[in-house]
């Protein structure tokens, strides 16, 4: 049984064909039967150049069309229209006409508006059952989750893993998560413990009217849990009209050792907390599951996820999560092909701590077919942040925020963000509204004490941060900010007393000192700021770079040797930018 969902939004995209590419009106890419993901700018880009095919388009056309009246830098267009090539390689269908723009080469068939339907598809964490360990509910949903977006099933879009599990964590029925998610269908179920089995019911629920469409039972032996996760999804597929075959078949999907799956399973949930201690636990897991079974890529994945995630916190020096994440790229023949998702956090490390930038471009650049998810967002962000890109971060963060609206990072980013951009009101309403969403999450504490503080909320801003200490005291970004939030407070005594103890600390472990620069300097000791920024720039700290444009900072404008770290950036962007203009004229179709 094929499923119909009545009440489907029409859009008035029109649906081209060209070579073997299909473009839906909803901005899904098909070459042939596969789904190629395509970020907003290059989405847009291909649909001007299909409504244009045939004609010349040059690159102030192309501006006008992907950002109107705002400001960005000459290689915009260029690099946008070199990252749509990748993404459609090896057929060369864009066309560069030396000195006058580009053309869209080929047959192209306009199929007009139609009305398309497109299943919203909730995958909710399951319950465990009597004798199942907590985490592994959700485990098993996040299995299935990954392997349906990889099927990718005609007429179907999951819905993001971060915005369905937010909302089950606050005790929302699958009912109500799909009603806050516009949904259609909820997918639910209950992982059982049998004495030699694993039992998985699932059910699947009509939102608009809470009918069960359809319920499915699955079983697999103990220690066999990737069988009972292929059959669900095969079962999904055939319900939804899809084909069994588009499952991936990669070598973590063949059969990884049960030891190192039930491993990989643990520390995936674990490091998404983000706490702590649990990262901690996540790491150890991971590291055992890709030592029992060197072939499953995903635990690899996942444990440079958590090295990421730590040094960002400030819970690992750079030099050594990078180091970690070189040897789990290095360790998986052709990672490229077989981890695309180690891409953007290879092209990470090749920036901030290698100093690459053009090394850095050429990864990124290589993982732009990857679709959203939380982590694989942060580090997009993190780079154009870094590069003060702040109009392309805030197009990553809107994009990411359609999709996956309850996501408490995406929220926490884009303030950040606008707080660097200079759009101050912007950055405390954004801020708000985290708080008022997640008011117990780590980022909306920290970054709400920095933007609150900054714009004439310090009291405010000192008691969440005080809070946010107390719950956490290993996170030291917190009592950074609680500092800073202090001295703007007037309570110059206390916040001298914890930049005090922070740099203590930091004789005996590593400690994140970027963000004590803005304290320092709020305190008015404006060479110790700079000291500090000195610092995080010897250790390769990956907020740097966006400190250098944070506005508390802007009274060490004039300082020499902040003025020397400013250019540092500028130094980095000159040489890629030298030859980009001649790069973009010799790509391969230039007529």
Request: aromatic share 8%.
């Amino acid at each position: 049984m094929k499923l119909s969902i009545a009440g489907q939004k029409e859009n008035r995209e029109p649906e081209y064909s060209f070579g073997n590419f299909k473009l839906w009106p909803d901005g899904t890419l098909f070459r042939d039967q596969t789904q190629i993901h395509l970020p907003p700018k290059e989405l847009a880009a291909l649909r001007f150049l299909l409504r244009h095919a045939g004609q010349v388009v040059n690159p102030a056309q192309l501006k006008e069309a992907l950002w109107g009246d705002v400001h960005v830098t000459s290689d915009s267009v260029p690099r946008c229209l070199s990252s749509l090539r990748n993404l459609l390689e090896p057929e060369p269908c864009i066309q560069t006409i030396y000195k006058r723009g580009y053309r869209l080469t080929g047959a192209v068939r306009h199929l007009g508006s139609e009305r398309r339907t497109s299943v919203r598809l909730a995958i909710m964490p399951f319950s465990p059952g009597h004798n199942i360990p907590e985490h592994l509910g959700a485990a098993v949903a996040d299995e299935i989750t990954s392997r349906l977006t990889e099927a990718a099933p005609p007429g179907v879009a999951l819905l993001a893993r971060d915005s369905v599990f937010t909302l089950a964590r606050r005790g929302l029925t699958a009912v109500q998560v799909g009603e806050a998610l516009q949904a259609d269908l909820v997918l639910a179920g209950t992982l059982l413990a049998m004495p030699t089995q694993y039992r998985l019911r699932v059910e699947v629920i009509r939102v608009e009217d809470q009918t069960q469409i359809w319920v499915e039972d699955a079983l697999a032996a103990h220690g066999r849990l990737p069988d009972l996760e292929a059959r669900i999804v095969q079962r999904i597929l055939v319900r939804m009209g899809g084909e069994i075959h588009a499952i991936s078949d990669t070598p973590d999907r063949e059969a990884p050792r049960p030891d190192a799956y039930e491993h990989f399973l643990r520390g995936h949930q674990e490091w998404q907390t983000h706490e702590r201690h649990r990262m901690q636990d996540a790491t150890q897991h991971l590291i055992l599951a890709t030592e029992l079974d060197p072939k499953l890529i995903s635990a690899h994945i996942d444990l440079a996820h958590v090295c990421l995630i730590q040094e960002l916190y400030g819970y690992t020096a750079p030099e050594e999560a990078a180091k970690q994440i070189r040897h789990i790229w290095d360790s998986i023949p052709d990672a490229a092909r077989e981890a695309p998702a180690l891409l953007p956090l290879a092209g990470w490390v090749k920036f901030h701590v290698d100093r690459d930038l053009a090394g850095a471009l050429e990864l990124f650049s290589a993982s732009a077919q990857l679709p959203h998810d939380a982590s694989t967002t942060f580090v997009r962000t993190m780079f154009a942040l870094s590069r003060h890109r702040f109009d392309e971060a805030l197009e990553w963060l809107q994009s990411a925020l359609l999709l996956d609206p309850y996501a408490p990072w995406v929220h926490v980013m884009r303030a950040w963000t606008l707080h660097l951009a200079g759009r101050y009101a912007k950055s405390v309403e954004a801020i708000e509204k985290a708080l008022a969403i997640f008011p117990d999450h780590d980022g909306s504490q920290a970054f709400g004490a920095l933007i609150l503080a900054f714009n004439g909320h310090a009291e405010h801003a000192a008691r969440l941060a005080g809070e946010l200490v107390r719950r956490t005291p290993y996170f030291d970004i917190a009592s950074a900010m609680h500092a800073y939030a202090l001295a703007c407070n007037g309570q110059r005594d206390e916040a001298q007393e914890v930049l005090e103890r922070l740099q203590w600390l930091g004789r005996e472990r590593f400690v994140l000192r970027t963000f004590t620069a803005a304290a320092f300097a709020a305190l008015g000791a404006t060479d110790e700021a700079v000291g500090e920024l000195q610092a995080a720039d010897a250790t390769r700290c990956p907020w740097f770079f966006q400190a250098l444009a944070d506005p508390r900072l802007e009274v060490l404008r004039g300082h020499p040797d902040f003025e020397k770290m400013r250019m540092s950036l500028g130094m980095l962007e000159s040489s890629v930018d030298e030859n980009l203009e001649y790069q973009a004229w010799q790509t391969p179709g230039a007529a």
